[in-house]
């Protein structure tokens, strides 16, 4: 598994990641499954991992603390989200007050396992809530140690755009993969400034290789009725890159992966899923190349 640099960080982390959140975290999935693949990810050289308070009903953080207890390292970089969280029922709860991101994050080090969160995201902030009070009660909590990075996770470009600006935030998550070509120039400006940036939605929700049609298990069904009701869009223009299952030498996956993982500004691909198979399929992407041919299709599907 290769490597990269966080940003201005000083983190390092593998450039594909394991995001641990959705199926992955909820009950109904067998937790001695969800812990041997984050295992099986470890003892392949994977190091970031990504999950979030609200995840999974509350489920995901506290499952990926027990599935990473006795196997924490000084190069692991586990990076949780705070700013929502689910208050059951089905309900989540936005709260970016001071007190508010203080308890969640004194909760996630509980959850985890931590005594200093690696990376700490604000989880889909508004542009106005990213003012002058919330970044000083983040830097005197940065100050007490409890965590050493800050980043933002939004699929809002003016969010984004925002936290660029802003010598506080650290690193940037957004939605980059073979259909959204459109953030490269905010990666870039990203980049410019200093900051570490992770690709989430790196697969695109498996929409290039129309997992949404491939049932095989309740996983399936619960990923498809998501992508149904939230992405339509998305599952039609997937079909755009169903070429992908033709490239020499790399599945579906893999070839969106590389694609991602071309952008020398991105540092993680971040993925999740509930089978080996496609853990280390995606695992095995790290260093891939995509032919030139197969990159020319891409950039000609992507301005069609």
């Known amino acids: 598994m290769r490597s990269r640099t966080l940003g201005s960080t000083g983190l390092r982390v593998s450039e594909i990641g394991m995001g641990c959140a959705s199926y992955w975290g909820l009950p109904r999935f067998d937790e001695p499954a969800a812990i041997r693949l984050v295992h099986e990810a470890l003892d ?13 009903r509350g489920e995901a953080e506290p499952r990926l603390g027990r599935a990473l207890a006795g196997r924490r390292d000084d190069a692991l970089v586990v990076a949780t989200k705070a700013g929502t969280r689910h208050t059951g029922g089905g309900r989540i709860v936005r709260d970016f007050s001071p007190q508010g991101l203080e308890a969640s994050i004194l909760a996630s080090l ?23 009070r919330l970044i000083e ?22 969010v984004i755009e925002a936290a660029i600006g802003l010598p506080s935030f650290d690193v940037v998550m957004v939605d980059y993969n073979v259909m959204r070509p459109e953030r490269e120039p905010l990666i870039a400006r990203a980049a410019a400034a200093g900051k570490g940036v992770l ?16 049932l095989r298990g309740p ?20 079909a755009k890159f169903g070429f992908l299952d033709a490239v020499p030498g790399m599945t579906v996956a893999q070839a969106a992966l590389a694609f991602v993982l071309a952008n020398p500004n991105v540092a993680c691909a971040v993925t999740g899923t509930t089978r080996l198979p496609h853990l280390l399929d995606n695992i095995a992407a790290s260093g891939m190349e995509l032919p030139s041919e197969a990159l020319a299709r891409i950039r000609a599907a992507q301005a069609g």
Do not use: C
């Open 44 to 56: 392949r050289g994977v190091t970031f991992f990504d999950t979030g308070a609200s995840y999974s």
């Open 199 to 214: 690709a989430g939605m790196a697969l695109a929700m498996g929409h290039p290789g129309r997992q949404v049609a491939s």
């Open 219 to 238: 996983q399936d069904i619960w990923y498809a009725l998501r992508a149904l009701k939230n992405h339509r869009a998305d599952i039609v223009r997937g």
């Open 137 to 158: 009660s983040l830097e005197r909590l940065r100050a007490r140690g409890l965590f050493r990075a800050l980043g933002v996770n939004s699929f809002d470009p003016a």
């Open 110 to 132: 509980r959850n985890l396992g931590l005594e200093t969160l690696p990376l700490l995201q604000l989880h889909g902030p508004a542009v106005q809530e990213l003012e002058e």
